[in-house]
């Protein structure tokens, strides 16, 4: 099964996953990916434009490679904003669609407290795609910040 996890950033999508995933099943992530591709003390969430680029790639490539997989593994991608292309693409695959919204509130301080300042710019961006739903259908945080 393919599980994909979307949400802005610093809503708690590798946390959901952490929280799913069992040690034989396949997490593509792109922080996790830069992380392996690092030098030792690499920041979690502060990449080199070159380091972006290969794990772009990289990135790219396990997922082709895991669609032969899926009857075999449980995969799990984090794509923060699929594309009309890519929600096709995994409709086809069978996916489960998974989002992890906390709140914008949450997801800012999050991002103030823990991540790069230009994500906030791409938190507004996944808002202004993804409107504010009813407090009644909005999903659980991935866990207690």
Known sequence: MLYVVSGPPGAGK???IRAHAKP???VIDFD???LALAGPGADHHHHSRTLEKIVHRVRF???REAEHHLDEVDVYLINTSPSARDRANYKRLGAKLVTVDPG???VMQRIRDMRQPRMAAVAERWYKKHPPRS????PQASRPW
């Open 104 to 106: 914008r509130e949450i």
């Open 32 to 34: 996790l990916l830069a």
């Open 24 to 26: 034989t099943d396949i």
């Open 135 to 138: 407090p009644s259908a909005m």
């Open 14 to 16: 590798s946390s959901w």
């Open 61 to 63: 490539a396990a997922i």
